[in-house]
């Protein structure tokens, strides 16, 4: 059951430079969509999120897309930092309680 | 801040073995939920309980697994006879409200590895 998904295992990137997540859903009956940063040997921990009815939120250095008619966002960070080097997943949501479909998550290692 | 507590941190047990996995939510929230990480897998939703019942549950949360809120604190996650595949991580979570609104995300407990064996 791939509805959400996200095609990049990993992604390395220069300190300082924009780090470009993407993510690409099936289901059109999404209303909400989240980012989620996991470090090794934690739980996964929010990090920003986007409603349907709209195409960008932005919180600091992090800012997600969303492109409704392609099923696609992506969560920019700018600048990159080491602190960032993580798992990030996309997740989303249909009106289920606390039902979230996750993505594979893309690991993400920033370079000094 | 708040946050999630789950005990223990790395169960091992033998296939066919009972096992709890424990959880203490945040002291307000209202909503419960399991999820689960097999190794190199997707997080993927078990359950969610709400009211002392469940809201929803996936095809994973079949007759082996069972919830309760046992004493006002406490989640729990009750696997009764384990298998090979119940071998993931366990995460527990909670959240204010049971839409996940603009804020009311959902937060996690760093998890309980089972090993079953």
């Known amino acids: 059951d791939q509805q959400v998904k996200q095609n990049s295992p990993s992604l390395s990137v220069q300190e300082g430079r924009i780090s470009i997540l993407n993510c690409d859903y099936t289901n059109s009956m999404f209303d909400y969509f989240l980012w989620y940063k996991k470090y090794p040997a934690e739980g996964p921990t929010f990090l920003i999120s986007i409603s349907s009815i709209k195409d960008k939120n932005e919180d600091g250095r992090f800012t997600v897309f969303l492109n409704k008619s392609a099923k696609h966002l992506s969560l920019h960070i700018v600048p990159s930092q080491p602190g960032d080097s993580a798992v990030y997943f996309c997740?989303?949501?249909?009106?289920?309680?606390?039902?979230?479909?996750f993505g594979a998550g893309t690991q993400v290692v920033v370079t000094p | 801040e708040p946050e999630v507590t789950q005990t223990p941190s790395h169960q091992v047990t033998q296939m066919g073995q009972e096992v709890i996995l424990r959880c203490v939510p945040i002291s307000n929230h209202l909503y419960f939920y399991w999820y689960r990480q097999i190794l190199g897998q997707k997080v993927e939703f078990l359950v969610s309980f709400y009211n002392n019942e469940i809201s929803e549950k996936s095809e994973i949360f079949d007759d082996q697994f069972s919830v309760e809120r046992p004493d006002g604190s406490n989640f729990t996650l009750k696997i009764r006879s384990t298998k090979l595949e119940d071998s993931a991580m366990y995460f527990c979570?909670?959240?204010?409200?049971?839409?996940?609104?603009?804020?009311?995300?959902?937060?996690f407990g760093e998890g309980s590895r089972l090993t079953v064996l």
């Open positions: 997740a989303a949501k249909t009106d289920s309680w606390g039902k979230l479909q």
């Open positions: 979570a909670s959240s204010e409200s049971g839409t996940v609104s603009t804020t009311g995300e959902l937060f």
